[in-house]
């Protein structure tokens, strides 16, 4: 175990390089307007910039995990965002569509490989009774991170245009990568030996029901909060609110009641059980989901602070379950959960979609607050 100096600084290090790779997933969330109308595509399809790198995430998260369990976190975490700069700085380049979305899919590819096998890196490197709060603190980051993808690349895109907001995110990715190549201490997984590189062994998390439970709450409460900010843009650049693409991008600032709810959460977690804890961010965050549906910004702008609240309780948790749950491979279990999570977000990217094209704004809070009952489900029935 690193000593508590070490540890401010492995925590420093990995909270930068976390904003910098969350900030990436998100660049183009409040642009798909100005996507929309520079290359002349219906939302739905716009929403495939966001798809395309979340379902490659889905895909890919196991494999990594399995990887850190035989080679060690660092070198696998350094590369991948060193690389992940590649493809970012290449997305200001694309001629067309077609090109801006398999950049995007090549960010993907990178992406987990930073943030599958994070939470494992902290929970070899801290105490069990400091993995909760560590955890939460990495959530904080990782939700600094949406929140600067989002509102910066909104505003420098207003200000710039699109492809610039590439261009400084893949600056940003290059810093990340050198600062937890230089400050993260390196050494063998503690977990390298348990046998479950293979993918029987990977998979044979899914047998255990609170594991699959805490999978099933990840996908399902970010199903929803990814369809909820993916077509916010559109709801609230059209009438009667008529918000240009910079306020929209304002709007995001919400997000800091995320940061606020997992730092808060995390020292919870020292003394209320982790299945209430999701439980109850689960029913806060359809309460946000809901309360969208008033025809008042004000409104809609305090019902995603709810949101926001509801959805960090569940992640600053969810994501620590897991790790104190598993009791071998566990950087093969959280990136299992990672892979969950990014499945959701994928369906949550285009199914509320068409949900928006059927049946506008209503039809997408349907489609959010169904899944979160099932996250709700789950919790009940699987993790207790």
Same mark, same amino acid.
């Given at each position: 175990?690193?000593?508590?100096?070490?540890?401010?600084r492995?925590?420093?290090?990995? #909270?930068?390089?976390?904003?910098? @790779?969350?900030?990436?997933?998100?660049?183009?969330?409040?642009?798909?307007?100005?996507?929309?109308?520079?290359?002349? =595509?219906?939302?739905?399809?716009?929403?495939l910039?966001?798809?395309?790198?979340?379902?490659?995430?889905?895909?890919?998260?196991?494999?990594?995990?399995?990887?850190?369990?035989?080679?060690?976190?660092?070198?696998?975490?350094?590369?991948?965002?060193?690389?992940?700069?590649?493809?970012?700085?290449?997305?200001?380049?694309?001629?067309?569509?077609?090109?801006? @979305?398999?950049?995007?899919?090549?960010?993907?590819?990178?992406?987990?490989?930073?943030?599958?096998?994070?939470?494992?890196?902290?929970?070899? #490197?801290?105490?069990?009774?400091?993995?909760g709060?560590a955890?939460?603190g990495?959530?904080?980051?990782?939700?600094?991170?949406?929140? +600067?993808?989002?509102?910066?690349?909104?505003?420098?895109?207003?200000?710039?245009?699109?492809? %610039?907001?590439?261009?400084?995110?893949?600056?940003? %990715?290059?810093?990340?990568?050198?600062?937890? /190549?230089?400050?993260?201490?390196?050494?063998?997984?503690? #977990?390298?030996?348990?046998?479950?590189?293979?993918?029987?062994?990977?998979?044979?998390?899914?047998?255990?029901?609170?594991?699959?439970?805490?999978?099933?709450?990840?996908g399902?409460?970010?199903?929803?909060?990814?369809?909820?900010?993916?077509?916010?843009?559109?709801?609230?650049?059209?009438a009667?609110?008529?918000?240009?693409?910079?306020?929209?991008?304002?709007?995001?600032?919400?997000?800091?009641?995320?940061? =606020?709810?997992?730092l808060?959460?995390?020292r919870?977690?020292?003394? @209320? #059980?982790?299945?209430?804890?999701?439980?109850?961010?689960?029913?806060?965050?359809?309460?946000g989901?809901? /309360?969208?549906?008033?025809?008042?910004?004000?409104?809609?702008?305090?019902?995603?602070?709810v949101?926001? +609240?509801?959805?960090?309780? +569940?992640?600053?948790?969810?994501?620590?379950?897991?790790?104190?749950?598993?009791?071998?491979g566990?950087?093969?279990?959280?990136?299992l959960?990672?892979?969950?999570?990014?499945?959701?977000?994928?369906?949550?990217? =285009?199914?509320?979609?068409?949900?928006?094209?059927?049946?506008?704004?209503?039809?997408?809070?349907?489609?959010?607050?169904?899944?979160l009952?099932?996250?709700?489900?789950?919790?009940?029935?699987?993790?207790?």
């Amino acid at each position: 175990m690193a000593s508590p100096p070490g540890k401010k600084r492995i925590l420093a290090a990995l #909270h930068f390089a976390t904003v910098a @790779v969350f900030a990436d997933l998100y660049i183009t969330q409040p642009i798909l307007p100005v996507l929309s109308r520079e290359f002349g =595509v219906a939302p739905a399809t716009a929403g495939l910039t966001v798809s395309a790198v979340v379902v490659v995430v889905a895909f890919v998260s196991s494999a990594y995990g399995s990887l850190s369990d035989r080679v060690g976190r660092k070198p696998v975490m350094v590369a991948s965002c060193a690389l992940l700069a590649a493809p970012t700085l290449l997305c200001a380049l694309a001629p067309g569509f077609r090109s801006l @979305v398999f950049f995007r899919a090549l960010q993907g590819l990178f992406i987990p490989g930073f943030t599958a096998i994070a939470v494992a890196y902290i929970g070899d #490197h801290f105490a069990p009774g400091e993995v909760g709060p560590a955890v939460g603190g990495w959530i904080a980051a990782s939700v600094t991170g949406g929140l +600067v993808g989002r509102v910066l690349s909104g505003f420098v895109a207003d200000a710039f245009g699109w492809r %610039t907001s590439f261009v400084a995110f893949g600056v940003l %990715t290059l810093a990340g990568a050198v600062a937890i /190549g230089k400050f993260l201490p390196g050494g063998p997984s503690m #977990h390298r030996a348990e046998g479950v590189g293979s993918a029987p062994g990977r998979f044979g998390h899914l047998a255990d029901r609170r594991l699959l439970g805490a999978f099933l709450i990840g996908g399902c409460c970010f199903f929803a909060f990814i369809g909820v900010f993916t077509y916010l843009p559109y709801y609230l650049s059209a009438a009667p609110f008529g918000l240009s693409t910079a306020a929209v991008s304002s709007v995001y600032v919400v997000y800091l009641a995320g940061v =606020v709810a997992s730092l808060a959460t995390a020292r919870l977690s020292r003394r @209320v #059980h982790g299945r209430i804890l999701m439980a109850t961010g689960l029913g806060v965050a359809a309460f946000g989901v809901a /309360g969208t549906l008033v025809k008042s910004l004000p409104g809609i702008v305090f019902s995603l602070v709810v949101l926001c +609240v509801g959805m960090f309780i +569940v992640q600053a948790t969810a994501p620590a379950f897991v790790n104190l749950n598993a009791s071998t491979g566990k950087g093969a279990a959280g990136a299992l959960y990672t892979t969950f999570y990014y499945v959701g977000a994928t369906l949550g990217s =285009v199914l509320p979609g068409f949900a928006w094209q059927h049946g506008a704004w209503p039809g997408v809070t349907l489609v959010c607050v169904a899944s979160l009952g099932v996250g709700l489900l789950a919790d009940w029935l699987l993790c207790g």
